[in-house]
């Protein structure tokens, strides 16, 4: 049970890091009108289950999950937080948003995560939605505006409370390991006194 434990922790720290990390990478950028109906591809596959998240200024927040059918192999939505603005186009591999009626509260972050039966979650390149019209740079990434808040200096102690972390729970099991390997050998040891 406390091994089940350890690997659910160490799963959750490695998808928050991982998550951490996408975020201070390039995206990939989709300029929308509003109204429009936009889909965004996953650039990931998995064998269990697929789900996108959006992530704006405000919050971070789960749209569509789909799980893998095992009888016909292929993705089924299990969840929608909003069936008349979300959609999921799924087939055997993987599952693409569809997001309905653009509208402003749209524009963000997305990711896609995914996870086989027995492994981590791992997100897929995230995706940068903007309206078109906007400031754009030339090398076609989304400038800065009045309107987008400055990034979060939390985000930066995030990080490093979720590094620090990691870190002291590997050194935990490496230390356990080293020392029941120790006593092992101590015990092989003094065994093989007592038999001589």
Not at 41 to 67: F, N, P, R
Not at 104 to 119: A, H, P, T, V
């Amino acid at each position: 049970m406390a091994e089940l434990q350890t690997v659910f922790i160490l799963q959750l720290l490695l998808g928050t890091f991982r998550l951490c990390l996408l975020q201070g990478t390039s995206s990939d950028h989709r300029s929308v009108h509003p109204g429009e109906n936009i889909t965004l591809h996953c650039d990931i596959t998995a064998d269990y289950e697929i789900s996108w998240y959006h992530q704006s200024s405000e919050e971070m927040k789960l749209l569509v999950s789909a799980g893998k059918d095992k009888l016909n192999k292929s993705f089924s939505l299990n969840h929608n937080v909003d069936e008349g603005h979300y959609d999921g186009c799924e087939n055997t591999r993987s599952v693409s948003l569809v997001i309905i009626g653009v509208d402003e509260s749209d524009s963000g972050l997305y990711y896609c995560g995914g996870r086989g039966q027995k492994s981590l979650l791992q997100f897929g390149k995230a995706i940068r939605l903007t309206f078109a019209g906007g400031d754009l740079q030339s090398n076609g990434s989304s400038a800065q505006s009045d309107s987008d808040p400055p990034p979060d200096p939390a985000l930066h102690w995030i990080i490093i409370i979720v590094l620090t972390s990691v870190c002291l729970v590997q050194m935990s099991v490496i230390s356990r390991c080293a020392f029941w390997h120790r006593v092992e050998g101590e015990n092989f040891h003094l065994d093989r006194q007592i038999l001589h």
